[in-house]
């Protein structure tokens, strides 16, 4: 069964760094693309960052030159590096894997919280 699990979050100070990681299983991690999304309360889900299978990255405006996103194909496992954060940063982090073809897949991980306060 597919299951993507992750880890890393928890409370830190503005300015302070973490580090998410989200191990998948039962899937075939090298060809799928990964992001990380976040929802705060009362807000709608965003996209963070995200990976393709090639490498190739982006993120979203708030987040540039701040968090940076990889993925260790052998360890099927995606990582979001968050430096810098802010208070604005704090929502509980989401782990996603997707693919569009032959056939469309779509997996999510349970969350993680991230807290960023004083």
């Known amino acids: 069964q597919v299951q993507l699990v992750e880890s890393g979050g928890g409370l830190v100070q503005p300015g302070g760094s973490l580090r998410l990681s989200c191990a998948a299983s039962?899937?075939?991690?090298?060809?799928?693309?990964m992001d990380w999304y976040r929802q705060a309360p009362g807000k709608q889900r965003e996209l963070v960052a995200g990976i393709t299978s090639g490498g190739s990255t982006n993120y979203r405006d708030s987040v540039k030159g701040r968090f940076t996103i990889s993925r260790d194909n052998a360890k099927k496992t995606v990582y979001l590096q968050m430096d810098s954060l802010k208070p604005e940063d704090t929502a509980v982090y989401y782990c996603?894997?997707?693919?569009?073809?032959?056939?469309?897949?779509?997996?999510w991980g349970q969350g993680t919280q991230v807290t960023v306060s004083s």
């Open positions: 996603n894997a997707n693919y569009a073809s032959p056939l469309r897949a779509d997996y």
């Open positions: 039962g899937i075939i991690f090298s060809i799928f693309t």
